[in-house]
């Protein structure tokens, strides 16, 4: 069954990912991602804390290869 993850964006790559533009995310793999999973992305500012923005994507594929002990990336659809 999918599990729902709830993450925080920096805002500077929070338009890419709502334009379609970024399709993927590189992140610590805490959270096991999976194909499948559902990814809310939440705007985040240095500044203010979250802006109130956010973007919901399906993940499509996770891969570790090339990546440092306990990240992955992973699409975004």
């Known amino acids: 069954m999918p599990k729902l993850h709830d ?3 920096h805002e500077e790559f929070f338009a890419p990912v709502f334009d379609g533009q970024k399709t993927f995310e590189v992140r610590r793999n805490d959270r096991n991602y999976m194909p499948g999973d559902i990814v809310i992305l939440r705007e985040w ?3 203010h804390g979250f802006t109130g ?3 919901c994507k399906e993940i499509g594929y996770v891969t570790a290869f ?3 002990p306990g990240w992955c990336v992973f699409s975004l659809l």
Do not use: D, M, P
Request: proline content about 0%; aromatic content about 0%; charged content about 35%.
């Open 53 to 55: 923005r956010a973007v």
């Open 45 to 47: 500012s240095l500044e």
């Open 66 to 68: 090339n990546q440092r």
């Open 7 to 9: 993450i925080k964006i």
